[in-house]
T-cell receptor, first 112, second 115 residues
Framework: GESVGLHLPTLSVQEGDNSIINCAYSNSASDYFIWYKQESGKGPQFIIDIRSNMDKRQGQRVTVLLNKTVKHLSLQIAATQPGDSAVYFCAEIKNTGNQFYFGTGTSLTVIP | EPEVTQTPSHQVTQMGQEVILRCVPISNHLYFYWYRQILGQKVEFLVSFYNNEISEKSEIFDDQFSVERPDGSNFTLKIRSTKLEDSAMYFC?????????????FGPGTRLTVL
């Protein structure tokens, strides 16, 4: 399943399928990006980060892709599990600053 | 595993009252942050704090807000005279390095309800 981030804030996928969550960031000067997962009633939890000098970074079951030309960030989750159900936020920051800007978020629901 | 803690988990107050939200960052972290999240909306940056002073703040962080590190472990957010629109989840975060180079660890949040 695929989401267009700010335009489609909900995404439902079958357990075992791959998920793609998209984010359009606003500031071309941003050079560090993070994907956060937020479960109901909890604070944001770091998933994976990427710097602007990279276009892809892989973690365990997750991959982040960065397209600076169109200011687009995506999070791919392989073999989505029920525990992946949460709201996913992208955040951007300038390397010299401390102010993170969060996106609106996409709610991912995994159907067993 | 070390974690950021926040108290109380839920604070209910009357409009116009002062509230203090408390956070204990991870002990070897040097940078501290407050964010808020109004129900159903995105997380918004309020302020960052380093070396006992504010390093950055957003336009939300007006004169009604203040932060303090009163001792070696606590980091507090004070709202002087609460308004209805201050009702939100408030998240504290800390990092070892400056925001652009280090992961920020978030606390579980304090839900503030202003009546």
């Amino acid at each position: 399943g695929e989401s267009v981030g700010l335009h489609l804030p909900t995404l439902s996928v079958q357990e075992g399928d791959n998920s793609i969550i998209n984010c359009a960031y606003s500031n071309s000067a941003s050079d560090y990006f993070i994907w956060y997962k937020q479960e109901s009633g909890k604070g944001p939890q770091f998933i994976i980060d990427i710097r602007s000098n990279m276009d892809k970074r892989q973690g365990q079951r997750v991959t982040v892709l960065l397209n600076k030309t169109v200011k687009h960030l995506s999070l791919q989750i392989a073999a989505t599990q029920p525990g992946d159900s949460a709201v996913y936020f992208c955040a951007e920051i300038k390397n010299t600053g401390n102010q993170f800007y969060f996106g609106t978020g996409t709610s991912l629901t995994v159907i067993p | 595993e070390p974690e950021v803690t926040q108290t109380p988990s839920h604070q209910v107050t009357q409009m116009g009252q002062e509230v203090i939200l408390r956070c204990v960052p991870i002990s070897n972290h040097l940078y501290f942050y407050w964010y808020r999240q109004i129900l159903g909306q995105k997380v918004e940056f309020l302020v960052s704090f380093y070396n006992n002073e504010i390093s950055e703040k957003s336009e939300i962080f007006d004169d009604q807000f203040s932060v303090e590190r009163p001792d070696g472990s606590n980091f507090t957010l004070k709202i002087r005279s609460t308004k209805l629109e201050d009702s939100a989840m408030y998240f504290c975060a800390s990092s070892q390095d400056q925001g652009g180079t280090g992961e920020q660890f978030f606390g579980p949040g304090t839900r503030l309800t202003v009546l």
